[in-house]
């Protein structure tokens, strides 16, 4: 019997490029894409990365496909608009060996900025889009990409959401094939996209996206499963789980390739049942071309364009249910927080002391939005802090960022904040930077990168110096502060901000979850020399719970001795015990 | 076999993907279609966390919604209080007796609920355990997480040897023996 393993979504993506005979990967993590890598590097036989950024990654998958390898790149939603200057002209110059790329929408803003639908950055881009519905499928889906990929010439994308990406089921085993490289030619005609080239390549996709309408009406991941004709859907992904659950019964045109739709297939399909459901997740993307064509069906009038579906909502909303089950009301939310000993709280509580405004970016420092840190102000973007803040000085004056300064965490700072930083150089801007360097990727699980000096395959490497590298940029004042010195980091905010020009800080202490990490001691609270002032309360650490009294427990096996609390204490009623 | 609906909820950093590994490990092991879906991302970061198993003869949804939880495991009250209304009629609430306070309530913001397990009571099947004391007692209070897992066997339909044995599979080498210990404590509590 074949093996049988229970797999996440993203281990099963890692196990179809494995199969399918990949020979490079290269991704930047980012939730829900990122254990597609981290399971990838089991496999000796890919070479897989991190790149700095996904516009490199994709890069980086693009150059293996042209010297006539499988590649692939992997990225979330966000992660695809960073990448999408490769992508659009790969669309061009498609493909040599297979080239795919893996992309993670996040349907609920789970884990992201915005809830953008990947189906609708392909159809500008004119690339295919290949949509799993489970694990099994995710697996297979990856083989289908890779063949797709060479016999129609073109970059196929993997789209994935959340709750497949992170959902597990059972995955059948089956042997890595490794297909022979296409051969390298040279051909700029094809692989160099000048306007001469480019016109004639445009046609290549025209035509090759009208035949892939066309005959992916025969392609076995588009299956039309024909039962009671009196309810038909047009589903795909994770939602024709939904339907299957709610409505067995019912018939279903399940989507493998959900662009280019397959016309034929879908007018087929809707003659043949009386009431069409069109049930997809995010945009309208299949039901606003299948309406173009004259077909009557309903989708967005019933179902959300915001937020996860479920099998509920198919049953309140086409089966009239009314659902059991009434939730508790005015219970305290409990939305995430920064770790005990983390760094970026007592850096945090600087600019919160000194009543700053902080230009803000991707990362668990995001966090320092909320109560009771409140010190960024703004969040864009991966890298947007230094330039929004640039942005800022230019319309208002130099006196007017005095009270503000930019946080980027180091990877996000290598991904594209180097690139704004250069422009606040450049441009004579006299911004502040706080580059919170926790030698690592923290939010989406402890990734390396250029400048930790690791790679993904565990290989150490020469770490690139983010001190250097400013300094190479040009920025004079470069100051590195241990990040839990606060009396350091105020007297380091003050001078630099107080300045006339670019300076940055960087706040140095690595992240609290890192497995190198060792926490000798921890903080005691005496409550004796208490006087409740709340002081150490202020930047919201969890281990710390007032008492009934007034006083201060601290709760040991949260608490690891980073002593913020004890450094804000002003009676000595906090020390520091060895474990 | 209708299919069987768990939901495992808690505080981010708890260390509920390891029982749900473990769950899904014996399901497994006793040959149904499972499915389990988890959050990974930024609500690890201390917050409401919850993960679905779903297990049967054939499992499409991933997800366990309103009114369908078979068990709920709650690794700590309020949790337990949030979740609540995902469990059917006569479904069993397993609530390990801890309170953490979030955010919200240590800003005073909000309130944390007086008398959970009261309330809860009146409308659910609930039992309760004090996990992390069950732990400290033999030793190692990270090990609590497997003693809800022990209360929560009781009220499932595998068999312990079949618990004990996924546990030797799931849990670092070194940690088996604590491990087995801190199940039996709440199978037997």
Redesign the interface.
């Known amino acids: 019997m074949a093996k049988q393993k229970?797999m996440l979504g993203n281990e099963a993506i890692a196990r179809g490029a494995y199969e399918a005979g990949v020979k490079v990967s290269a991704a930047y993590p980012g939730?829900?894409s990122?254990?597609i890598s981290e399971n990838i590097v089991q496999y000796e036989e890919i070479y897989a990365e991190w790149s700095p950024n996904e516009k490199v990654a994709a890069e980086v998958a693009v150059g293996a496909s042209m010297s006539g390898a499988r590649a692939m790149a992997s990225m979330k939603h966000v992660g695809l608009n960073v990448a999408s200057d490769p992508l659009y002209t790969a669309s061009y110059i498609g493909a040599n060996g297979g080239l795919v790329f893996v992309v993670a929408d996040d349907p609920g803003l789970?884990?992201s900025q915005n809830e953008q639908d990947t189906r609708c950055v392909a159809r500008a881009a004119l690339v295919p889009v290949l949509e799993p519905s489970?694990s099994q499928e995710a697996k297979d889906f990856m083989k289908e990409a890779f063949a797709i990929s060479e016999e129609y010439d073109t970059p196929v994308i993997l789209r994935t959401t959340t709750?497949l990406a992170?959902?597990?089921?059972?995955v059948t085993l089956e042997e890595r094939v490794v297909p022979e490289d296409k051969p390298y030619e040279r051909n700029p005609a094809k692989n160099v996209m000048m306007p001469g080239m480019a016109k004639k390549r445009h046609i290549h996709v025209e035509q090759r996206m009208n035949r892939l309408e066309e005959e992916g009406a025969g392609f076995s991941i588009n299956k039309a499963e024909y039962n009671d004709t009196s309810i038909g859907f047009i589903t795909s992904g994770?939602p024709y789980?939904?339907v299957?659950?709610v409505c067995p019964e019912a018939s279903v045109l399940k989507l493998g390739m959900v662009h280019p739709l397959p016309k034929k297939l879908i007018q087929e399909f809707a003659s043949k049942v009386d009431q069409l459901y069109i049930f997809e997740e995010l945009e309208p993307v299949i039901e606003e071309q299948v309406k173009s064509w004259g077909i009557a069906c309903t989708g967005k009038e019933l179902f959300t364009r915001q937020g996860e579906y479920?099998?509920?909502l198919l049953r309140e909303r086409v089966l009239g249910e009314k659902?059991?089950?009434?939730?508790?009301e005015n219970?305290?939310?409990?939305?995430?927080?920064?770790?005990p000993g983390c760094p970026h709280r007592s850096t945090f509580s600087v600019l919160n002391r000194l009543k700053l405004h902080a230009a803000g970016d991707i990362g668990?420092y995001t966090?320092g939005a909320?109560?009771?840190l409140n010190v960024i102000d703004t969040t864009l973007c991966m890298g947007s802090s230094i330039s929004s803040l640039h942005g800022m000085e230019m319309a208002k004056g130099k006196e007017y960022i005095k009270n503000w300064v930019a946080v980027i965490g180091d990877s996000t700072f290598m991904h594209t904040g180097v690139n704004s930083l250069m422009n606040m150089v450049y441009n004579q801007g006299t911004g502040t930077v706080i580059i919170m360097d926790n030698s690592t990727t923290g939010?989406?699980?402890h990734q390396d990168h250029a400048a930790t000096g690791k790679t993904l395959k565990g290989q150490e490497v020469p770490a690139i110096s983010i001190y250097h590298l400013c300094k190479a940029i040009g920025v004079k004042n470069v100051v590195e502060v241990d990040a839990f010195d606060i009396t350091a980091m105020e007297k380091a905010i003050k001078e630099e901000v107080a300045k006339d020009e670019v300076s940055v800080i960087i706040a140095c202490a690595p992240c609290a979850l890192l497995k190198s990490q060792k926490f000798p001691n921890k903080c005691v609270a005496d409550s004796d020399k208490c006087k409740k002032c709340g002081m150490c309360?202020k930047p919201?650490c969890?281990a710390?719970?007032r008492n009934e009294d007034g006083t201060i427990s601290i709760d040991d096996?949260m608490c690891n001795g980073c002593g913020l609390c004890r450094q804000l204490c002003k009676f000595d009623a906090i020390r520091l015990e060895e474990r | 076999m209708e299919t069987k609906n768990i939901m495992i909820v808690g505080v981010g950093g708890q260390g509920t993907l390891l029982t749900s590994r473990i769950l899904g490990g014996i399901i497994q092991a006793a040959g149904y279609d499972v499915k389990l879906s988890e959050v990974h991302g930024m609500a690890q970061r201390g917050g409401s966390v919850v993960t679905f198993v779903r297990y049967g003869d054939k499992v499409y949804e991933p997800i366990v919604e309103e009114g369908q939880a078979d068990v709920l495991i709650a690794f700590e009250r309020l949790e337990a209080m949030r979740y609540a209304h995902f469990l059917k009629k006569d479904g069993v609430l397993i609530v390990n007796d801890q309170r953490m306070d979030p955010m919200t309530v240590v800003t005073g913001a909000a309130e944390y609920p007086e008398d959970i397990l009261g309330t809860l009571g009146k409308d659910h099947k609930v039992v309760s355990i004090d996990a992390m004391a069950e732990a400290k007692k033999l030793g190692n209070s990270r090990v609590f997480n497997t003693v809800i897992i022990g209360v929560a066997a009781k009220n499932m339909d595998f068999k312990e040897e079949e618990w004990l044995s996924v546990i030797e599979k799931t849990v670092p080498p070194k940690t088996v023996e604590i491990n087995q210990k801190a199940f039996k404590a709440g199978f037997e509590a």
């Open positions: 229970i939730t829900p990122t254990e789970y884990s489970d709750r992170h959902s597990q089921g059972p994770i789980q939904y299957k659950e479920s099998a509920n659902i059991e089950g009434e939730a508790y219970l305290p939310a409990r939305p995430p927080i920064l770790c668990c966090l909320v109560a009771p939010m989406t699980g309360l919201g969890p710390l719970t096996t």
